[in-house]
Nanobody
């Protein structure tokens, strides 16, 4: 089994930055696909970004140029650096992991609130 724990959420003003972290433990060999999703109030959970163990990345259009996903394979941790935050980025952010192309494991979520 795999456990994912997020950290780094919080309250920030528009234009500010936050970095989210996701620490994985357990059967890490099951993971070569790492990502972030978010869910705003009243909306469906949506894909934000993903990175493979080999370093290939993908982003949803609304965060391109502002968010950067990265990973530290030795620490079994991946990150989401969020810059130029907007109020519409407010959501609960979830880290996700699995075998390409799926996400099987999920964290508990961390709140990100961007004030205008």
């Amino acid at each position: 089994q795999v456990q994912l724990v997020e950290s780094g959420g919080g309250l920030v003003q528009a234009g500010g930055s936050l970095r989210l972290s996701c620490a994985a433990s357990g059967s890490i060999s099951n993971i070569n696909n790492m990502g972030w999703y978010r869910q705003a109030p009243g909306k469906q959970r949506e894909f934000v970004a993903a990175i493979t163990r080999g370093g290939s990345t993908g982003y949803t259009d609304s965060v391109k140029g502002r968010f950067t996903i990265s990973r530290d394979n030795t620490q079994n941790t991946w990150y989401l650096q969020m810059n130029s935050l907007k109020p519409e980025d407010t959501a609960v952010y979830y880290c996700a992991g699995g075998r390409i192309p799926r996400f099987t494991y999920w964290g508990q979520g961390t709140q990100v609130t961007v004030s205008s």
